[in-house]
């Protein structure tokens, strides 16, 4: 199943989406007790759909490639991008359930708990793929979920000499083998951990670089905004203090905004700066795409927001940076 055909785009993502179900509660419950819910709501998300529509908003050129089911939900998934602009090409899995999500949201944190069910035969495969909705594109996104169509992808993207960035979260079997075509893989604060064993970011994100020779590695830290490691020094950006009322997609448009960011040739502190805001601002509506704000409100928090603390000192960035190697310039 496809829709309009665009070449060439400026983002390409390859990954899943979700049709969630958003659940908003007074607060979170305990086991065996009853709480009314504020309100339930259907929203679509999913990490690199996500991404791809916050980067269609900003007026980005962009194309998804994602696997659907035959339900009600893959519906509306196909109206929701269609809704949006975005060039979607769309595998349709007969008989199958499209990925779907309960979310609840706790109404005075704003943090949320995802409840999941994905079907694997709508897990995207090599042989859906078509090398020509690759081809042209700025920058290809992927997710860490379908490893080896993602690998499939990024191998192309590889060959093409378009950067690949990569989100990830959990450690999904062969998820190593696509990293070797990763160049900018930023991923959930504990994703690192699971991979390397080592829990201190400061450590685990230049041995992630060193061993599969991505450009550009780096986490999200919820709150506390994000760090990178390139090489010779770490990126620091504290995270902005908004008012928070549910966080799903916040990571998912940090990777659209950085993908934003690559595209318009940004330095990596603009793009990491931009990113972090964009995530911020997603986390003042309600699902994965319902804060997804404009360039002017992004540019606002940038130059006037409040940020928060410092997950690291400037001492503790440099004395790590020596120890992998880097110029021990650590940059806040």
């Given at each position: 199943?496809?829709?309009?055909?665009?070449?060439p785009?400026?983002?390409?993502?390859?990954?899943?989406?979700?049709?969630?179900?958003?659940?908003?509660?007074?607060?979170?419950?305990?086991?065996?007790?009853?709480?009314e819910?504020?309100?339930?709501?259907?929203?679509?998300?999913?990490?690199?759909?996500?991404?791809?529509?916050?980067?269609?908003?900003?007026?980005?050129?962009?194309?998804?490639?994602?696997?659907i089911?035959?339900?009600?939900?893959?519906?509306?998934?196909?109206?929701?991008?269609?809704?949006?602009?975005?060039?979607?090409?769309?595998i349709?899995?007969?008989?199958?359930?499209?990925?779907?999500?309960?979310?609840?949201?706790d109404?005075?944190?704003?943090?949320?708990?995802?409840?999941?069910?994905?079907?694997?035969?709508?897990a995207?495969?090599?042989?859906?793929?078509?090398?020509?909705?690759?081809?042209?594109?700025?920058?290809?996104?992927?997710?860490?979920?379908?490893t080896?169509?993602?690998?499939?992808?990024?191998?192309?993207?590889?060959?093409?000499?378009?950067?690949?960035?990569?989100?990830?979260?959990?450690?999904?079997?062969?998820v190593?083998?696509?990293?070797?075509?990763?160049d900018?893989?930023?991923t959930?604060?504990?994703?690192?951990?699971?991979?390397?064993?080592e829990?201190?970011?400061?450590?685990?994100?230049?041995?992630?670089?060193?061993d599969?020779?991505?450009?550009?590695?780096?986490a999200t830290?919820?709150?506390l905004?994000?760090?990178?490691?390139?090489?010779?020094?770490?990126?620091?950006?504290?995270?902005?203090?908004?008012?928070?009322?549910?966080?799903?997609?916040?990571?998912?448009?940090?990777?659209?905004?950085?993908?934003?960011?690559?595209?318009?040739?940004?330095?990596?502190?603009?793009?990491?700066?931009?990113?972090c805001?964009?995530?911020g601002l997603?986390?003042?509506?309600?699902?994965?795409?319902?804060?997804?704000?404009?360039?002017?409100?992004?540019?606002?928090l940038?130059?006037?927001?409040?940020?928060?603390?410092?997950?690291?000192?400037?001492?503790?960035?440099?004395?790590?940076?020596?120890?992998?190697?880097?110029?021990g310039?650590?940059?806040v």
């Open positions: 199943m496809t829709t309009r055909t665009e070449s785009v400026d983002v390409v993502g390859v990954g899943i989406n979700a049709t969630d179900t958003i659940i908003r509660l007074p607060h979170f419950p305990t086991l065996d007790s009853k709480v819910l504020l309100a339930a709501e259907r929203k679509a998300g999913g990490q690199t759909a996500s991404a791809v529509v916050a980067c269609q908003r900003w007026g980005l050129r962009t194309r998804y490639v994602g696997k089911g035959d339900d009600d939900a893959a519906k509306f998934q196909v109206n929701e991008m269609a809704r949006e602009g975005v060039d979607a090409q769309w349709a899995a007969p008989g199958c359930m499209s990925q779907s999500a309960y979310i609840l949201v109404q005075q944190s704003g943090e949320r708990t995802v409840l999941w069910k994905r079907d694997p035969l709508i995207l495969q090599p042989q859906d793929l078509r090398r020509e909705w690759i081809e042209g594109a700025r920058v290809l996104l992927v997710d860490g979920h379908d080896a169509a993602a690998t499939q992808a990024a191998s192309w993207a590889h060959e093409e000499k378009i950067p690949v960035l990569g989100d990830f979260d959990n450690r999904y079997p062969g190593e083998a696509l990293l070797e075509y990763v900018i893989a930023i959930s604060k504990d994703f690192p951990e699971r991979l390397t064993g829990k201190n970011l400061l450590k685990s994100l230049p041995k992630i670089r060193a599969l020779k991505c450009r550009l590695t780096g830290i919820g709150r905004g994000a760090i990178l490691w390139d090489g010779a020094r770490f990126y620091l950006c504290p995270g902005f203090r908004v008012r928070t009322v549910d966080t799903t997609g916040a990571g998912d448009i940090f990777h659209g905004a950085f993908a934003y960011g690559i595209v318009r040739s940004w330095p990596l502190e603009a793009t990491l700066e931009f990113s805001a964009a995530a997603n986390c003042e509506g309600h699902g994965a795409r319902g804060g997804i704000a404009t360039l002017i409100e992004i540019d606002r940038r130059h006037r927001g409040e940020r928060s603390e410092l997950a690291y000192s400037q001492e503790d960035l440099v004395e790590a940076a020596r120890a992998a190697g880097g110029t310039l650590g940059t």
